[in-house]
């Protein structure tokens, strides 16, 4: 199968490098900026089309790649459907995690099958996407033709490939947003407090990764430490009057012990006498 790709961005130039290593005819990268076409040359090799014309790329493949922003997708999809020639034979997927393959709706009316890919991964460089994707699950969906082609790129690429219904993908998006996204928000905030004392995050780590590897072998329920799920409600009292004059840091401890309370009701480790305690403090203001 030939391939090309639209979008010389971080995870397109990322999968067009992997899809080569792993003997996939990377025939064709598209972007706005010859300067992206040119970082997409160092990592993807000279012997393939480098265009600013996405619909030049689509020409010369068979399944192509859209690797745009989300909210470029639909132009993308537009705009080459706009071309006198039908799409019959073609597939078009994007790697989007919230969007169905639908995004690309105007492409099927001429002729194409459509997916989406979605490699559950953090890419916040080309390098680093390229260093995870072998280990990645991979999440697909998309039309009968789709499936089984994209069923084997992932497969070839990532650690597993998993069909996902288009209609769960935006809970999907949103639970990878919590755990991975927001996640790196939250360390910021910590990083914040951190900076009113004048340490930083490095001591720190040890204690990240331990939390995280426990939460990998026995679950985030049984992996829950700390003064709530010990009842402790006078040092959960102190850390809010410490961060009284830090709004939002207080609302994201006040929430996010409350879902800890949660865990702690559901683990039984409270009496309820704590467990009223504890509330009454985390839902004051
Ligand atoms: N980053 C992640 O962690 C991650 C993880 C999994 C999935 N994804 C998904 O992967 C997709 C790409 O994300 P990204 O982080 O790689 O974005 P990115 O680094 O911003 O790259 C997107 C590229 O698309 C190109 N582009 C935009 N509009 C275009 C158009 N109309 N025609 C041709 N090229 C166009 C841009 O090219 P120019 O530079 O030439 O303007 C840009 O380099 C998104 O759907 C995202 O949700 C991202």
Same mark, same amino acid.
């Given at each position: 199968?030939?391939?090309?790709?639209?979008?010389?961005?971080?995870?397109?130039?990322?999968?067009?490098?992997?899809?080569?290593?792993?003997?996939? +005819? $990377? &025939? =064709? !990268?598209?972007?706005?900026?010859?300067?992206?076409?040119?970082? %997409?040359?160092?990592?993807?090799? *000279?012997?393939?089309?480098?265009?600013?014309?996405?619909?030049?790329?689509?020409?010369?493949? +068979? $399944? &192509? =790649? !859209?690797?745009?922003?989300?909210?470029?997708?639909?132009?993308? %999809?537009?705009?080459?459907?706009? *071309?006198?020639?039908?799409?019959?034979?073609?597939?078009?997927?994007?790697?989007?995690?919230?969007?169905?393959?639908?995004?690309?709706?105007?492409?099927?009316?001429?002729?194409?099958?459509?997916?989406?890919?979605?490699?559950?991964?953090?890419?916040?460089?080309?390098?680093?996407?390229?260093?995870?994707?072998?280990?990645?699950?991979?999440?697909?969906?998309?039309?009968?033709?789709?499936?089984?082609?994209?069923?084997?790129?992932?497969?070839?690429?990532?650690?597993?490939?998993?069909?996902?219904?288009?209609?769960?993908?935006?809970?999907?998006?949103?639970?990878?947003?919590?755990?991975?996204?927001?996640?790196?928000?939250?360390?910021?905030?910590?990083?914040?407090?951190?900076?009113?004392?004048?340490?930083?995050?490095?001591?720190?780590?040890?204690?990240?990764?331990?939390?995280?590897?426990?939460?990998?072998?026995?679950?985030?329920?049984?992996?829950?430490?700390?003064?709530?799920?010990?009842?402790?409600?006078?040092?959960?009292?102190?850390?809010?009057?410490?961060?009284?004059?830090?709004?939002?840091?207080?609302?994201?401890?006040?929430?996010?012990?409350?879902?800890?309370?949660?865990?702690?009701?559901?683990?039984?480790?409270?009496?309820?006498?704590?467990?009223?305690?504890?509330?009454?403090?985390?839902?004051?203001?």
């Amino acid at each position: 199968m030939r391939i090309a790709i639209i979008g010389a961005g971080k995870v397109g130039i990322a999968l067009g490098h992997v899809l080569k290593k792993k003997g996939f +005819d $990377v &025939v =064709a !990268v598209a972007s706005r900026r010859q300067s992206s076409l040119d970082t %997409a040359k160092a990592y993807i090799g *000279a012997d393939c089309l480098f265009t600013l014309d996405n619909r030049q790329a689509v020409e010369t493949a +068979d $399944v &192509v =790649a !859209v690797t745009t922003q989300d909210r470029e997708i639909k132009n993308v %999809a537009a705009q080459v459907a706009a *071309a006198p020639e039908r799409l019959d034979g073609k597939l078009f997927f994007h790697t989007s995690g919230a969007h169905a393959s639908s995004e690309l709706f105007p492409l099927a009316i001429v002729g194409a099958s459509l997916g989406s890919l979605h490699p559950l991964q953090t890419f916040p460089d080309i390098d680093a996407g390229i260093r995870v994707l072998p280990d990645t699950y991979i999440f697909i969906e998309g039309d009968d033709k789709a499936l089984p082609v994209l069923g084997e790129i992932a497969s070839a690429i990532g650690a597993e490939a998993v069909v996902i219904g288009s209609e769960n993908k935006v809970l999907y998006h949103l639970s990878a947003v919590f755990v991975c996204n927001l996640l790196a928000s939250l360390l910021y905030a910590g990083e914040g407090i951190m900076k009113r004392i004048d340490i930083d995050l490095k001591p720190f780590y040890p204690i990240i990764r331990a939390t995280l590897a426990n939460i990998e072998t026995r679950g985030p329920l049984l992996s829950l430490t700390g003064p709530v799920v010990r009842g402790d409600a006078g040092t959960v009292s102190s850390h809010i009057d410490a961060i009284g004059d830090m709004p939002l840091h207080e609302r994201v401890y006040k929430d996010l012990s409350l879902v800890a309370l949660e865990m702690a009701q559901q683990r039984g480790t409270l009496t309820d006498e704590q467990i009223a305690a504890l509330k009454g403090i985390l839902e004051q203001g």
